[in-house]
């Protein structure tokens, strides 16, 4: 069975950057599609970005297109989630999903993805 777990999360600065990363326990991790998902108070659960398996396409939602960048240590079995000039708006429980299919593409639909870790706290404050 698939085991994800997410870390990296805290507080930042507004301003700041910060990097989350999903670890799995499958040997085979480069086979998964990997999707960031963020859940802030009161709201739903949303897609942030995702990376295709073997990494041959990546998806970043608007409100990170341009401050984030996906990628995979394959080697590790990590995918990482770096995001820079946090916003107080970022501000949510960071998780990290896999659909148990290869895909050459990705999106960001929390109905597409079976597997899926605890979550990771980010708070953007001063």
């Known amino acids: 069975q698939l085991e994800i777990v997410e870390s990296g999360g805290g507080l930042v600065r507004p301003g700041g950057s910060l990097t989350l990363s999903c670890t799995a326990n499958?040997?085979?991790?480069?086979?998964?599609?990997i999707g960031w998902f963020r859940q802030a108070p009161g709201k739903e659960r949303e897609g942030v970005s995702c990376?295709?398996?073997?990494?041959?396409?990546?998806w970043y939602a608007d409100s990170l297109k341009g401050r984030a960048t996906i990628s995979r240590d394959g080697a590790n079995n990590t995918v990482y989630l770096h995001i820079n000039r946090v916003e107080p708006n970022d501000t949510a429980l960071y998780y990290c999903a896999a659909q148990h299919k290869y895909n050459y593409d990705c999106i960001g639909s929390v109905y597409e993805y079976d597997s899926w870790g605890q979550g990771t706290q980010v708070t953007v404050s001063s």
């Open positions: 499958e040997f085979n991790f480069n086979y998964y599609t």
């Open positions: 990376i295709s398996s073997s990494d041959t396409y990546t």
